[in-house]
């Protein structure tokens, strides 16, 4: 079976028996985002049913793993679509579905034996196959009635020589193997093998189209994340946690949990749980108690997702004034005198008093408890758009800058970053990420301000990255990727956006560690955050996990596969309940 690599650039051109147009090619494995390295059989066995009666899980894979393949023998997703013309189905495309002699379309073609062709493909009650397939190939492949079954899956974590997050997948006729040299690598190939198996309502069972079938796989970028806003409006703990069951199936690993803004603050601390009880939207419905954070960190644990807290400061902070007025700027004057500001006017606009003692010692103690319960390796302090008019309206500040700073205002917010929220997040062991604080990244305030481990976000074009990384500090992408009306308007934009820039060379490049999919909330509701992260923002996950070509779309014959096979994963994922929607004309069935 010889291996072929980069197969998300692989498509499998039709068979010669009638006349293609050249650019007509189609996927061979529905996965999203594809594995990089995947093995085709070259003596293709035909469908086999996937019903596991022995599972062998080595203690080596912890807690988690066993319930993740119970979730991919449990949870069952049908998905249909309009049968293609050309030759009928995508796998009549795909030598390695089965063997020409064995392709049917109907039961009578396979003398003894039985036709097993896709059931989403099924044209009416008599026939398995469209009317175009007597142009063709038939779009099933004859087998045995019962067909053969794969009964036994073994599952390894402790492997040398296999990346953090990497894992095989080796399907043969009796044995589903997977081996990685973590738990969250064979979580990833669970995540990849509920995608290789469909559910077939007319079989009332699992199929495993492509026997054997071997993959070998690992991401390209280990930042791969999904921000949600949950101050401009507050989003059910509910959603959440189906956004990271979903995030889990994308093989996306951070949820970056913009918890607090201006606007409110649904966060219960446990040492000041009056900034909850004042600062949000009102009543416990509103605020984000102790026990639902532990129920989201909880599920994202078991989903090998990070949780990474952001607690914006200095600005972003109006909230905390509701219930400690003695920690922000008194500058409501200029607020209310200086006209309109920024798109949500002035909330946005006062900042924290950097030097008030109980503005250091709150925002430490908040940092240091969110980051204690925190699974992630990151924690964010914000840390952008300060208004400086705010902070000079204040006699006491101006003085204090004219004095220290010789009237420099960025000098003092980068004293606040560094020596405050930074200082907080390193003090408990994580690595601190903000966005970028300046639109000059060779600012001489800041380009030593900050410990040579800190993340920055870039939100404000290539040119930031690429002067960020040729500094040799890590970057993650975000700008191109903000959705729900802020930038990203479709998913195949997120997907043809490219994560590194241009300008870099290839140990600068290193440092742009990922990119995140960014949904504020100004507006977004609950009810549109599957609509954002997933059916808009999951485009972004297979150019996270490697390198791809762009996709032209639906509207033409070589961006048809891509798109079905997204659309097929957006069907995949609402079985955890996501409101995901989908690209293209199709049906989704949870059972």
Known sequence: MPLIRNVLLLSLLASAICTFPKDVVYDALEVWPMPVNVTLPSSPLGPHVFAVKKQDIDSSCGQYISGLLTEALTMKTCFTTSPRSYQGSAYVA??????????????????????????????????????????????????????????????????????????????????????????????????????????????????????PLSISDAPKFPYRGVMIDTSRHFIEVDEIIKTIDAMYAAKMNIFHWHIIDSPSFPYESVKYPELAREGSWGGNKTVYTQAAIAQILARAKSKFVEVMFEFDTPAHTMAFGKSHPEVMTDCWEWMATSGYKVDVDSDD????????????????????????????????????????????????????????????????????????????????????????????????????????NTVYMVWLGPAAAIGYAKQGKDVVITSPFYVDGMGSGSWDSVYNTAIIPEGLTADEQKHIIGASICAWGEMMTTTKVGLSTMTIGAGIAESLWADHSNSPGPGSATGLATSERYNHFLCHIQRYGTHSGQVMGSNCQVF
């Open 94 to 211: 795909a030598d390695s579905y089965c063997f020409n002699s064995s392709k049917c379309s109907k039961d009578s073609d396979c003398g003894t034996g039985k036709c097993l062709a896709p059931d989403y493909l099924k044209w009416n009650s008599t026939m398995k196959c469209p009317p175009s397939v007597k142009y063709g190939h038939g779009c099933g492949c004859c087998t045995s009635s019962p067909p053969p079954a794969i009964t036994n899956i073994n599952i390894v974590c402790n492997k040398v020589g296999i990346p953090e997050e990497g894992y095989t997948l080796d399907i043969d006729t009796s044995t589903v193997n997977i081996a990685s040299s973590t738990p969250k690598g064979a979580a990833y190939a669970l995540a990849t093998l509920s995608q290789v198996v469909r559910w077939d309502t007319v079989q009332n069972d699992y199929i495993i189209n492509f026997v």
């Open 349 to 452: 606009c006062q900042a924290i008093n950097p030097l008030a003692p109980a503005s250091r010692t709150i925002v430490t103690d908040l940092i240091a408890e969110a980051a204690a319960i925190s699974n992630s390796k990151y924690f964010h302090v914000g840390g952008d758009e300060v208004k400086y008019p705010c902070w000079d309206s204040d006699p006491a500040i101006k003085s204090h800058v004219q004095q220290h700073y010789n009237g420099n205002y960025e000098m003092l917010q980068a004293n606040w970053t560094a020596n405050v929220s930074v200082a907080a997040a390193a003090k408990m062991g994580k690595v601190p990420v903000l966005w970028q604080p300046t639109t000059n990244v060779n600012d001489p305030v800041w380009i030593n301000a900050l410990p040579s």
